[in-house]
């Protein structure tokens, strides 16, 4: 999404930060075509608000184990469980047959070369190595299209680098510090 926003309003953003963007999903048993076409001919049949084969409703049980691709650091999992349970609003289930079609559509303009070269906000795009979600492969193949884009890449990390260790986190707020501090100016 914010890269559409930065294609789009060429202006809003002196700079950004990205972390794990979704310039791919990492999908493991079908390429991004052939689960578009799928997804695709789901929502054709009506059932575009109906979870993926595997996928359903938010349940605890999955929370958890999904925790173990988005953090390493259990105080920070504990945490996330702890706002689950507080906030059901919060809550979301596994993929739609809506949804894998929406973000297939929307990263196939990452995949654009020309659309990627368009963008000229200064970007640093964050990965995190051990990321699991979205395809690090596909963001930096994108990113070499981009004009003003840089990559960190931080070792070890999971998905939700915020989320992470504070070594992890502490690496993050660096790499921010020193990327911001080219493009805005002291206040």
Request: net charge neutral; charged share 20%; hydrophobic share 45%.
């Amino acid at each position: 999404i914010a890269l559409r926003v930065m294609h789009d309003l060429t202006d809003i953003f002196k700079c950004a930060v990205l972390t794990a963007p979704m310039f791919g999903i990492n999908l493991p048993m079908l390429s991004d075509k052939p689960a578009y076409l799928a997804a695709e001919t789901a929502c054709k049949m009506g059932w575009a608000d109906h979870y993926v084969f595997g996928a359903g409703p938010w349940s605890m049980a999955v929370f958890q184990n999904n925790l173990n691709i988005l953090t390493s650091d259990q105080a920070r999992r504990t945490l996330m469980k702890q706002q689950m349970m507080d906030n059901p609003d919060l809550r979301m289930g596994g993929l739609t047959f809506g949804w894998v079609r929406a973000a297939l559509a929307s990263t196939h303009l990452t995949h654009d070369p020309k659309w990627l070269g368009e963008i000229h906000t200064p970007t640093l795009l964050v990965l995190p190595e051990r990321e699991m979600i979205v395809s690090n492969r596909a963001t930096t193949k994108g990113a070499k299209h981009m004009p003003a884009a840089e990559i960190l890449e931080i070792k070890d990390c999971l998905h939700e680098v915020l989320m992470e260790q504070d070594a992890f986190r502490n690496q993050f707020w660096q790499g921010f510090d020193g990327f911001v501090a080219k493009y805005l100016k002291p206040m």
